[in-house]
């Protein structure tokens, strides 16, 4: 297994993670580790098209064309991802 060293963390960081691994019951190192296991798993392309639905909804909600949108509307929207 490789071995990453990290120089330069800001304390302010250093703590946050100290206390989540902590949190989790776990080392500081096994803690890094989930945490930049679950980061580079993140689909950019998928994370990009949510906030776009996202933007979408509440311009027509701050536009007021159509508010809120109804279920049927809602279920067509997913089942069309």
């Known amino acids: 297994m490789a071995t990453l060293h ?3 963390v800001p304390d302010e960081l250093y ?8 949190q989790q019951n776990r ?5 890094v580790v989930a ?3 679950q980061v580079t798993q993140r ?3 998928a994370e990009s098209a949510l906030f776009e639905r996202i933007r979408r909804r ?8 159509g508010g809120l ?4 509307e809602l279920l067509r929207e997913d089942r069309a991802r």
């Open 6 to 8: 990290v120089r330069n």
């Open 43 to 45: 689909d950019p392309e």
């Open 69 to 72: 949108l109804s279920s049927v």
């Open 27 to 31: 080392s500081l190192s096994a803690e």
């Open 35 to 37: 945490i930049l296991d």
């Open 58 to 65: 509440r311009r027509r909600i701050e536009e007021g064309t």
């Open 15 to 22: 703590e946050r993670i100290r206390r989540r691994a902590a």
